[in-house]
């Protein structure tokens, strides 16, 4: 099964950062579009950042100047730096990865688990 594997959320004080990361599984052949979004309670998932190879990633505008997407193509691995953080960035993150890959097939859109990020005093 091709999986998206998220680590690194957490509870931090706001100002604090946090930097998040997606890791692809081995079967993964390739991807074109990787980034994250997020979801709060009540709330519709919303893109946060995104980034296709070989161009500039676009980001929310409420997230500009603050997070940071970056992305190893070669092991099909993207970050989310988060600093400056506020009570707003409390969400469930989720890595999405696009135009998927394996060996055998085309797979297309596949969905990290979600991790959760909370940020308050």
């Known amino acids: 099964q091709v999986q998206l594997v998220e680590s690194g959320g957490g509870s931090v004080q706001p100002g604090g950062s946090l930097r998040l990361s997606c890791a692809a599984s081995?079967?993964?052949?390739?991807?074109?579009?990787m980034g994250w979004y997020r979801q709060a309670p009540g709330k519709q998932r919303e893109l946060v950042a995104a980034?296709?190879?070989?161009?500039?990633?676009n980001y929310a505008d409420s997230v500009k100047g603050r997070f940071t997407i970056s992305r190893d193509n070669a092991k099909n691995t993207v970050w989310l730096q988060m600093n400056s953080l506020k009570p707003e960035d409390t969400a469930v993150y989720y890595c999405?990865?696009?135009?998927?890959?394996?060996?055998?097939?085309?797979?297309?859109?596949?969905w990290g688990q979600g991790t959760l990020v909370s940020v308050s005093s």
């Open positions: 980034v296709r190879g070989g161009d500039s990633p």
């Open positions: 999405n990865a696009e135009g998927v890959r394996t060996m055998d097939s085309n797979i297309g859109e596949v």
């Open positions: 081995e079967r993964i052949l390739s991807i074109n579009v």
